[in-house]
């Protein structure tokens, strides 16, 4: 156990419909990353929030959006979901914004099915 | 767009052989990380080489890192039928605001064989 969790480990979904991916970082630490991993993609970076705040973007959708929450816990919005949007959601935290210095601490992710 | 690109894609060795997986990125870094996922599984932290450090170890583990080159490579000694996993190099790229994020390359795919 990584001490990040993630909820749920599987969904499957219908194309067009919305789903939420719940992340709860490791205790103290105060920024959370979200990742996505495709096999054609490799992981991608989509969105850091620390302390409550969006810090960083990266290669996230429109259709996606996220959030962190004071009690520190990270949700990933995803809508209208397609096809491709099938692939594994990694949350990671680290304990500020600037612990590209450190690594990562990764859950064991959210396996999103769309069909 | 991913920073780090590892060679080779697939990797196959005999248990007891060491195993040598590259990483080659394409601009300055503060520093260079190793990760593994085993099938499915989250990315562990293995090791974390600064870019003014040129090799560095943990147990089995051995990095080096040539800034000059803009490539790393990670030694795993002695591999072990638990050492089958995906290995990934990561880069840490300033996105603004203060913060740094990880970039992964594609990983290197390990099967050790008992």
């Known amino acids: 156990d990584s001490g990040v969790t993630q909820t749920p480990k599987h969904l499957i979904t219908a194309t067009g419909q919305r789903v939420t991916l719940r992340c709860s970082p490791r205790?103290?630490?105060?920024?959370v990353y979200w990742y996505q991993q495709s096999l054609d993609q490799g992981l991608q970076f989509l969105i850091q929030?620390?302390?409550?705040?969006?810090?960083a973007k990266g290669n996230i959708l429109e259709r996606f959006s996220a959030q962190q929450f004071p009690d520190l816990h990270s949700e990933l919005n995803l809508s209208s979901l397609e096809l491709g949007d099938s692939a594994l959601y990694f949350c990671?935290?680290?304990?500020?914004?600037?612990?590209?210095?450190?690594?990562?601490?990764f859950g064991s992710g959210t396996r999103l099915t769309v069909v | 767009s991913q920073q780090g690109e590892e060679d080779p894609q697939a990797l196959s060795i005999q248990e007891g052989e060491n195993a040598t997986m590259n990483c080659s990125y394409k601009?300055?870094?503060?520093?260079l990380q190793w990760y593994r996922q085993n099938s499915g599984r989250g990315l562990v932290h293995l090791i974390l080489?600064?870019?003014?450090?040129r090799e560095k170890h943990s147990g089995r583990l051995r990095v080096t890192l040539d800034t000059s080159k803009k490539s790393s490579s990670l030694l795993i000694t002695a591999s072990r039928a638990a050492d089958t996993a995906s290995y990934f190099c990561?880069?840490?790229?300033?996105?603004?605001?203060?913060?740094?994020?990880?970039?992964f390359g594609k990983g290197t795919k390990l099967s050790v064989i008992p």
């Open positions: 080489i600064r870019s003014n450090e």
């Open positions: 929030y620390y302390n409550g705040e969006e810090r």
């Open positions: 990561a880069t840490d790229g300033y996105s603004g605001a203060g913060s740094y994020q990880l970039t």
């Open positions: 601009t300055s870094i503060n520093n």
């Open positions: 205790s103290g630490d105060l920024s």
């Open positions: 990671a935290s680290s304990p500020t914004h600037r612990d590209s210095f450190y690594g990562y601490t």
